[in-house]
């Protein structure tokens, strides 16, 4: 180990800035980065690139790098056959909801458990984070059962947004990078709005919210990428040709549509979320950091 300016690295800053170690660190360094960026980027630019291809072309071995003659077509076949509107449409609502009633419930139980602490406060959390073992595969038949017949109300949940939003709003991890941030916001606040007269309802409003607009940022992009992925779930509790999800109505249709188009179709329903991501990656990486860092 060597030890530079109060700092201890495997290499030192000297071996680094002679001549050979200055050749290996960057030759390392541009190999790690374009080997990452052609694992992430690669299956992107194939879909891109793939929905520009003629049927023909997409199912030869081995594929083309570039497409021979760009059909641009197949993404106003895609769109018009696909009937990608009412789909995306259908999408953006249910990803609505689910930020809505992740900001709602998941804020409050969070808050309840970093604030006002509740007896056994403690237990509750770590049941909560003990859900986080259960693989979710294991959870579909009991959830099914729950939506086809709605304890106590005895309602079918089918074909119904709540079907989607309600196994949403349990959400365990959700619920702890919430009440990590609630904890690291001081005391003080709280104690300054108690001696003023404040609820603590009042105090969530005007305090807590506030000051945790980084990390709710970062559930609610959560919870729009969680719908916006999901296939199996929305698959089974959604099987009205009205009621279907992107991912769900682009497999529905990709029986009897040619394989660029479906490409197509997917490139399509990816950009919201890329252009989600694009906008507020700084906004994500704040608020999962803000919060690691207790004072």
Known sequence: ?????????????????????????WTLLVMVVAGFTLV??????????????????????PPSLFPKDPQ???????????????????????????????LVFDTAAAYSLSKLRPIFGNVILALMLGTLMIPAM??????????????????????????IWLPLVANAFNIFLLKRFFDSIPEELMAAALMDGASSLR???????????????????F??????KDFLWPKLVMPSPETRTVSVGIYAF???????VVIAASVIAAIPTVI?????????MSGLTTGSIKG
């Open 1 to 25: 180990m060597a030890q530079d300016s109060g700092t201890r690295t495997l290499i030192s800053q000297t071996q680094i800035s002679r001549g050979r170690g200055r050749v290996i660190y």
């Open 40 to 61: 992430f980027l690669g299956p992107l630019y194939w879909m891109v690139t793939g929905a520009l291809k003629s049927g023909q072309e997409i199912a030869q071995t």
């Open 72 to 102: 641009p077509q197949n993404y106003i076949d895609a769109w018009n056959n696909l009937a990608l509107a009412k789909l995306l449409f259908n999408t953006f609502y249910y990803a609505i909801g689910a930020v809505l009633f992740q």
């Open 138 to 163: 294991v959870l579909i038949v009991p959830q099914y059962v729950t939506v086809i017949d709605l304890p106590i109300l005895h309602l079918n949940l089918l074909d119904s947004p709540f079907a």
């Open 203 to 221: 105090t969530l409003w005007s305090i807590i919210l506030p000051l945790s607009r980084p990390i709710l940022g970062v559930v609610s992009i």
């Open 223 to 228: 919870a729009v990428t969680a719908v916006w």
């Open 254 to 260: 990709a029986g009897g549509t040619p394989m660029n």
């Open 276 to 284: 989600i991501f694009l906008i507020f990656q700084r906004n994500i």
